[in-house]
């Protein structure tokens, strides 16, 4: 070998790779997340975002409200505002949780960034390194990322079709407490979960709640889509039950539209001052315009009535899903039922692994999200989140279709090489598919 | 500004519909941005049933195709451009496919008495038809351990897995027949990972500087290629006089028997003995922030755009000349 040349270039590309801090380890570039590329190309039917259909909505007659917006109260609009959210906003959003039988107090509103920023804020205010958070298993893949960049240790609690399993939630915390380690809260969606769409019983959330006194456990209840029921009236939402121990987020993505970037959380007061604080560290205020836009639409349009139009749309894509999956599926193949929401959890038939047939499906001209996205500690490869809230009906009963031969040939796949029923485990959390959106 | 330029717009296409549409956006953003930097008016387009009459529809247009895997590096986009009499840069439709295609364009490079590691190349259908256990004892035995298992049609180490036994060996099949009906199955080779780009400029094919490629993970994946941060790149590589002028040798020679064009990349493992081995050469090689081709352009001292530009250059110059 020759000495190397005083020329010769050595670089990682990145001059700034030593100086990162430790939370950003792992944000890397993904294969998996990749192959997400081509889900927005009209060839393909992309059951893996989690975009909400807002064409119905009155978009004339919202530019005109947005229109006089500007000419009559652009000053303001445009303006610097509130740390917690205009008062006029934190009104309304009051009245839209009383429809889920939550009462409160606007003072008690903290307006933020879509309710992923809630989420954000309220783990920055509870979460040192190393604490441990409790969540559903499989739980929002957005809600895992917000956790890993604080550098907590999430902690899946099994649930089934009613919900969390409050025998599992106890004896998580019976054994975290003998662990001698710092449960912070507890991260719950109680109606139509994201991702499996399963709602927790009336029964459970009772005995949630009961869990929650007990132990002095905090719960952060995530509630996107709880007024989109599509089968029966709301259950009372987790805040309604304990005031104390539960800090609500909401959002108007789902219930209006999610370009406003505007959603909310309600907490305890004196965690409200720290979340009011955090708040203006993060970014000053919410978006003002986007909160006079959205309270111009409340007061202005019956909302009430675009959400049975919603429901109505989604539950023809609903069952459009479902009757799908009965037609095209393998058997062998399970999967959830949802009363509301954008999601159904598929479990794939012994030994197929959702990850590694994805370039299948990608070829096939169908894309979902993979399970292991939804869980923090590598389990989920045998299961799918496909979601019915964006394609039309025909689109997603194609969708299935394609789906459908994908696992055959996967299971013939499997048959020749005589592969095992074991599936794998995917500790590539960080190279997961990008959150909610496609 | 270069001296006026006598064809029209440039065409960059990238996008398709393949396992690498995402690298060809990033790939094709850089090259469309260059070749404005050149002065040069740019269109970029995405694989669209729009494309045809977008082409048609412009006066004198040139094609820069940036797509990776697909149609896009399988010659067919090359035979459209053909049939339509755009001139584009790059190699044309059977040497992509033979170039492409690992199963022919390994064995092609190996008659011509080149370096390569064993290699077999399987459909799926013969392992359902003639059973696995014994192909999969068959290729342990023919390949030996550790193998690569990769499919035959694609890039970016998507599907790519090393095995160590035989009994890695079905799962592995498995992921790289996720990417298509046909896999190869190669032996391991042992070494210095570098990367050979050669660009043919007034009808010669110059190499360029080998870029050498050290994973942080010591595997060259998906994640170690387009995460800035995540490999160590050298420059010329840390070859002795004679590796490096028999890995420049190599590429060309690569080049000329799989009958390139314009540009290519070869990739190359050296042998401790100093010896190189070729394992593959791409007809529309990486152009992102960490791709090997504009490193390796730049440590020759050319200009990334300016190559762009003179490689449109040739290739209307070629359309004129017909």
Not at chain 1, 49 to 72: C, F, H, S, Y
Not at chain 2, 278 to 303: C, H, K, R, W
Request: net charge negative; aromatic share 6%.
């Amino acid at each position: 070998m020759s000495l190397p040349e005083p020329s010769r270039r050595d670089t990682r590309l990145d001059p700034y790779i030593d100086a990162y801090a430790e939370r950003t380890h792992g944000l890397t570039v993904s294969a998996v997340r990749a192959l997400f590329a081509v889900a927005n190309r009209p060839e393909v039917v992309s059951l893996a975002g989690g975009m909400p259909n807002i064409a119905d909505l009155p978009r004339e007659a919202l530019a005109k409200a947005v229109d006089r917006l500007i000419t009559e109260n652009g000053t303001q609009a445009m303006q610097y505002g509130s740390g917690q959210g205009e008062p006029f906003m934190r009104e309304k959003i009051v009245e839209v949780m009383a429809e889920e039988g939550i009462q409160a107090h606007a003072d008690d509103v903290v307006v933020t960034c879509g309710s992923q920023q809630a989420l954000d804020l309220v783990t920055r205010v509870f979460c040192d390194p190393g604490d441990v958070v409790l969540a559903e298993g499989p739980s929002y893949v957005g809600a895992l990322g917000t956790f890993r960049a604080y550098q907590c240790e999430v902690v899946h609690v099994a649930m089934d079709e009613h919900g969390i399993d409050p025998v599992a939630l106890r004896a998580a915390l019976v054994s975290l407490k003998a662990g001698g380690k710092r449960v912070k809260f507890l991260y719950t969606i109680p109606n139509f979960q994201n991702p499996t769409g399963v709602t927790q019983t009336l029964e459970r959330r009772r005995e949630l709640i009961d869990i929650a006194r007990e132990h002095d456990l905090l719960v952060i209840e995530d509630n996107p889509y709880g007024l989109l029921t599509l089968d029966a009236e709301p259950l009372p939402a987790l805040r309604s039950m304990d005031a104390d121990n539960v800090v609500y987020l909401g959002s108007f993505s789902k219930i209006f539209a999610p370009g406003f970037r505007v959603g909310w959380t309600l907490a305890p007061h004196a965690v409200r001052e720290k979340l009011v604080l955090t708040q203006e560290a993060a970014t000053l205020c919410p978006p003002v315009f986007s909160q006079f836009a959205i309270a111009t639409y409340l007061e202005e349009f019956d909302w009430r009535s675009q959400i049975v139009t919603y429901r109505d749309m989604y539950r023809q894509r609903r069952d459009a899903m479902l009757d799908g999956l009965a037609q095209h599926m393998p058997e062998g193949t399970t999967w959830t039922v949802p009363q509301g929401g954008f999601f159904v959890w598929v479990t794939l038939p012994e030994g197929l692994d959702s990850q590694a047939m994805l370039p299948r499906a990608i070829s096939a001209r169908v894309a979902y999200t993979t399970g292991t996205a939804f869980y923090a500690d590598g389990l989920g490869s045998r299961n799918m989140r496909l979601s019915f809230c964006y394609p039309t009906p025909e689109r997603i009963i194609e969708g299935t279709r394609r789906l459908g031969e994908v696992l055959e040939q996967e299971l013939e796949m499997h048959r020749t090489f005589g592969l095992g029923t074991q599936t794998a485990r995917h500790y590539d959390l960080t190279t997961g598919p990008a959150p909610d959106i496609t | 500004m270069t001296d006026s330029p006598t064809h029209g717009p440039i065409v960059v296409l990238a996008g398709g519909l393949s396992h690498e549409r995402d690298v060809s956006l990033r790939s094709g953003r850089r090259v469309a941005q260059a070749l404005r930097d050149q002065g040069r008016e740019v269109v970029e387009s995405d694989l669209t049933p729009g494309l045809v009459d977008l082409l048609r529809g412009l006066d004198n247009p040139v094609a820069f195709p940036v797509l990776h895997g697909g149609v896009g590096e399988d010659g067919g986009l090359q035979q459209v451009l053909t049939l339509l009499d755009v001139p584009y840069v790059g190699s044309e439709p059977a040497a992509c496919r033979r170039s492409f295609n690992k199963a022919v364009g390994g064995p092609l490079v190996a008659q011509a008495g080149l370096a390569r590691p064993r290699m077999a190349a399987l459909p799926h259908d013969m392992f359902r038809e003639l059973g696995a256990a014994a192909l999969v004892e068959a290729l342990g035995e023919r390949i030996g351990f550790p193998m690569i298992v990769k499919p035959a049609r694609g890039g970016s180490a998507l599907g790519c897995t090393r095995v160590t036994d035989v009994a890695g060996l079905p799962s592995a099949m498995v992921a790289a027949y996720s990417y298509g009906d046909l896999a190869v199955v190669e032996e391991f080779v042992e070494g210095t990972e570098v990367a050979v780009t050669v660009v043919e400029l007034d009808g010669t094919l110059i190499p360029l500087p080998a870029v050498e490629i050290r994973p942080n993970s010591g595997i060259y994946d998906y994640t170690a290629r387009y995460t800035a941060g995540e490999t160590r790149f050298i420059v010329p590589a840390t070859l002795s006089e004679e590796a490096s002028t028999a890995c420049a040798d190599l590429a060309v020679a690569a080049h000329r028997v799989l009958g390139l064009r314009d540009l290519s990349r070869a990739d190359i493992i050296v042998r401790p003995d100093g010896t190189p081995v070729f394992i593959e050469t791409n007809v529309a090689p990486g152009m992102t922030e960490t791709s090997l081709l504009p490193q390796a352009v730049e440590a020759a001292g050319y200009d990334f755009g300016l190559l762009c530009a003179q490689l449109v250059d040739n290739a209307w110059a070629r359309h004129l000349a017909q």
